[in-house]
């Protein structure tokens, strides 16, 4: 069964540093996004991404984060400052439609730990 | 404003059957889905729901009433491997296929 992938599975960084998400979708999914799930706390919708733009963002996205598809497989998010707020598991997940049964197909997250 | 409610957590027996049970005020409904989360690990999809009704698959089952804002996830003959947390989540009709989730029912199965 296709997957989505994420590297790294987990990642230690220094406060104010910069760090980079990748993600893998399924090959011939159309639509991206990013979620982040604070420890014990619900799975937040970042960002989606369709058609090499941002489609919506939500408010946790601000100027720090900036997502990527820098060629026709990977999609990134970068964090330019890190701060300890930002320390969560990331959520990419790909869908092949917006409406009907399309769910997401999640990849399995990285656990980014701010220190 | 959105809201998403279901309960924190549920304890059954190993070969009982659990209901979830899941309300919710969006702005909008374009389909609720029901994900499973075991600890530390990615939501898999379980179930799909826009029309009322029950969805049935295998052991789990589905129920949407959108007049009243209710959905519950059914599960039966419940299985150790069931122990997970269980969210519910509403598709917003006005954004690229964004994902409105609850906080996740955890479900602790005893044998």
């Known amino acids: 069964e296709p997957e989505v992938t994420q590297t790294p599975s987990h990642q230690v960084t220094q406060m104010g540093q910069e760090v980079i998400l990748r993600c893998v979708p399924i090959?011939?999914?159309?639509?991206f996004y990013w979620y982040r799930q604070i420890l014990g706390q619900k799975v937040e919708f970042l960002v989606s991404?369709?058609?090499?733009?941002?489609?919506?963002k939500s408010e946790i996205f601000d100027d720090q984060f900036s997502v990527e598809r820098p060629d026709g497989s990977n999609f990134t998010l970068k964090i330019r400052s890190t701060k300890l707020e930002d320390s969560a598991m990331y959520f990419c997940a790909s869908s092949s439609g917006t409406g009907g049964p399309y769910g997401y197909t999640f990849g399995s997250g990285t656990r980014l730990t701010v220190v | 404003g959105q809201n998403i409610d279901q309960p924190t957590e549920m304890t059954a027996t190993e070969g009982a059957i659990v209901q979830i049970n899941c309300t919710y005020q969006t702005s909008g409904f374009n389909g609720l889905f029901w994900y499973q989360q075991h600890a530390g690990e990615a939501p898999t999809f379980l179930s799909y729901?826009?029309?009322?009704g029950l969805e049935e698959k295998g052991r789990f089952s589905s129920f949407l009433s959108r007049s009243k804002g209710y959905s519950y996830l059914l599960l039966k003959e419940l299985q150790m491997k069931d122990s997970a947390s269980y969210l519910c989540?509403?598709?917003?009709?006005?954004?690229?296929?964004?994902?409105?989730f609850g906080a996740g029912t955890q479900v602790v199965v005893t044998p």
């Open positions: 991404f369709y058609n090499n733009e941002i489609s919506e």
């Open positions: 729901n826009v029309l009322d």
């Open positions: 090959s011939n999914h159309l639509y």
């Open positions: 989540a509403v598709r917003d009709p006005d954004s690229w296929g964004k994902f409105q």
